[in-house]
């Protein structure tokens, strides 16, 4: 059996969209699959159907048994191949119960182990945050999956989880694979571009070769409490979750952890701060600029453009997080970036295209 956990304490970034999804795709693929709900808050059972606060027998009374519950009656078929091991609200209170027990972080290993006959794949949705459960649910697991969005703030915070993956190898002696995860990527927006090149560079071969492009089935699928492949077998969401599923059967790529860490870390400085790289085409131009908020509109020598001889014009400006407004200014004439459909009027009575680094 292998075991899987989705694990990012970054909130918006797909991390239960993705527990949910692969889970589900993982069974439509003939493989038996447990998905176990670790967040208190309950996320991926509720995107399953399955209403948790009433429930006597959940993931948090497996961890706090004191009354010998047997583990397969904590579980609830969800489909053909795919059962849910339900999360409670208590699980918040499980760090403060188990903070003086010894081993306490090998518990969720011993229940999984426990399951018979054993599933094909376990997948745990932990809860956005570093404290006793996540850590018990990396220790658990062979393998950690990253999702990471494409915003300028997706990989602030990864050095932490990283920390902890790298505790585990050293304190407890497991190593995992670690793998990120592109979600929620949206090819039309130049931002996103960039920031995927950032995500590649700092993963390199532990990157999921799968995008899990931006989808509104896989949020509509989870209010009605299905898998997408359920919700609408013809998506997007569905053909990038089987597509995941299929690779993750297939794969076990690694690199040297430490070199990752290493790699990451230099990353992550840099992500406060991100390249933008401002193109334009305009071959019969004897002179472009590029001018905006981010210079003040200022037209000198440091907001002119190179030209690549090809009619290609580019000049790259190091940004940090925010909104802006810009114009190209061609041999004098003042126009918006044909390639950037954000738009809004100005008070001159044209149009300003506006950037957002989020």
């Known amino acids: ?19 949910i999804n692969l889970a589900a795709s993982l069974a439509h693929l003939g493989k038996r699959v447990l998905l176990i709900d ?46 849910l091991m339900p999360s409670h609200v208590l699980l918040s209170t499980i760090e403060q119960a188990f903070k003086d027990k010894p081993n306490a972080v090998l518990k969720l290993s011993g229940i999984i182990e426990m399951v018979d006959p054993p599933y094909d ?8 945050n570093l404290g006793f459960l996540t850590f018990s649910a990396l220790r658990a697991s062979s393998r950690v999956i990253i999702p990471i969005e494409t915003s300028c703030f997706s990989l602030v915070g ?16 497991h190593t995992t694979l670690v793998s990120g995860l592109v979600t929620i990527y949206d090819k039309r927006i130049r931002y996103s571009q ?12 532990n990157l999921l070769e799968t995008i899990i492009g931006i989808n509104i089935s896989l949020r509509e699928a989870a209010s009605f ?22 690779e993750i059967l297939k794969d076990n790529k690694t690199r040297d952890l430490d070199k990752f860490f290493k790699d990451a870390e230099d990353i992550i400085s840099r992500a406060k701060s991100i390249l933008v790289k401002f193109t334009l085409s305009s071959p019969e131009a004897r002179y472009v600029y590029v001018v905006g908020d ?9 907001s002119q453009l190179e030209n690549d001889r090809s009619g290609q014009w580019q000049k790259s400006y190091t940004l940090k997080p925010g909104r802006y407004r810009y114009k190209f200014v061609v041999d004098g004439r003042w126009i918006h970036d044909p390639d950037n459909p954000h738009k809004e009027d100005n008070i001159f009575g044209s149009v300003d295209s506006v950037l957002n680094l989020e």
């Open 1 to 19: 059996m292998r075991v899987v956990t989705i694990a990012n304490q970054k909130g918006g970034c797909g991390k239960t969209t993705s527990s």
């Open 38 to 83: 670790l967040d208190p808050q309950g996320h991926a059972s509720f995107g399953l159907g399955v209403e948790t606060k009433e429930k006597e027998k959940t993931i948090y009374h497996l961890l706090n048994n004191t009354k010998n519950i047997d583990v397969k009656k904590c579980i609830v078929n969800i489909r053909k191949h795919f059962d």
């Open 158 to 173: 990864l050095n932490k989880l990283l920390s902890m993956i790298e505790l585990i190898k050293i304190k407890l002696n």
């Open 121 to 128: 794949y376990t997948i745990i949705d932990s809860p956005p």
């Open 194 to 205: 960039l920031i995927l090149e950032e995500i590649k560079k700092c993963f390199k071969d």
């Open 225 to 246: 409490g299905k898998p997408v492949i359920e919700y609408n077998k013809y998506c997007a969401g569905t053909k990038d979750y089987l597509r995941l599923a299929e």
């Open 294 to 302: 981010f210079n003040n509109w200022s037209l000198d020598d440091n």
